[in-house]
């Protein structure tokens, strides 16, 4: 239990990836503030955290919103009085070719998969810079560093989402928090089982390592960034696609 005592809040973790990042830091001992939109599921993964011995805060905050977001940031500061760890992990995907794609789809993925990054961010930062420890960790997505047609929206948001991490690094080093982000490929999720066959077929001749990411295998990596062994690591981006960019 490396992390043993510290406290973490994950967004958009009823499901997916963020669950899957909550029971690993779990796992280390680490207090969990469960953060989704839909409050059954982020009950839900708030029952399975506290089975492994940890404390659990559910949160209905949505990332979007400022002042639920400095809601969620105090009652973690009241029950634990330390935030150590933000994983800016909600995200969504509203795909559509350039030509037909709507404002509102545009400004739905900027506004949660970046914009809510950036209030997030803002928001935890105080404490950390405060306390002169933190581990920032983005959720961002191959997309982001490579493109991917049909999701302009998304590729954009996910590449400012990487620019984030660079620039909150640079600001935040001084104070001791470290800010990086991880880039996974395709991962078995349910943001990606509505995928049409003939779709998931063109993404696995991308892999070289023939197999679908699993969510267990970006929260290994989140574990790693959050834990000592990853103290001088910062603004990096680490890439869990199975050798898709190389
Ligand atoms: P997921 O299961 O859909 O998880 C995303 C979660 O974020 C959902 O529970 C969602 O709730 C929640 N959410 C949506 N809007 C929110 C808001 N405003 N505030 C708080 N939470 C909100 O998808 P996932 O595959 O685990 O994805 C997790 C992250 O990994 C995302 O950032 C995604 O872009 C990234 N990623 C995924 C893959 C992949 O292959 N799966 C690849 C690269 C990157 P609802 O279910 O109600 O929308």
Redesign the pocket.
């Known amino acids: 239990m490396k992390l043993n005592g510290q406290v973490a809040i994950i967004?958009?973790?009823?499901?997916?990836?963020?669950?899957?990042i909550a029971l690993h830091l779990a796992r280390e001992g680490v207090n969990i503030v469960v953060?989704?939109?839909?409050q059954e599921?982020a009950a839900d993964v708030a029952g399975e955290v506290e089975k492994l011995g940890v404390e659990a805060l559910v949160s209905?905050?949505?990332?979007?919103?400022r002042e639920q977001v400095e809601e969620m940031v105090a009652q973690a500061l009241e029950q634990w009085g330390r935030i150590d760890i933000l994983v800016?992990?909600?995200?969504?995907?509203r795909d559509g070719l350039l030509v037909r794609m709507t404002d509102e789809q545009w400004d739905a993925v900027l506004?949660?998969?970046l914009k809510?990054a950036f209030i997030c961010t803002r928001a935890v930062a105080r404490p950390m810079m405060k306390a002169r420890y933190g581990r920032i960790i983005n959720?961002?997505?191959?997309?982001g560093v490579m493109g991917n047609a049909g999701q302009a929206n998304?590729s954009a948001s996910?590449g400012g989402l990487i620019a984030l991490t660079k620039a909150t690094a640079k600001e935040l080093a001084g104070r001791g928090i470290n800010c990086n982000a991880v880039?996974?490929?395709?991962?078995?999720?349910?943001?990606?089982e509505q995928l049409p066959p003939d779709v998931r077929e063109s993404w696995m001749q991308l892999i070289p390592l023939r197999r679908?990411?699993t969510?267990d295998d970006?929260a290994g990596v989140v574990v790693f960034l959050a834990g000592p062994q990853a103290s001088y690591i910062t603004g990096q981006v680490i890439n869990i696609d199975g050798g898709m960019i190389m």
């Open positions: 967004t958009g973790c009823g499901g997916g990836i963020g669950r899957a953060n989704d939109i839909v599921a209905t905050a949505s990332v979007t919103q800016n992990n909600a995200g969504i995907t506004d949660i998969n809510g959720i961002a997505s191959v997309a998304y996910k880039a996974p490929g395709f991962i078995e999720t349910p943001m990606t679908a990411g969510a970006v």
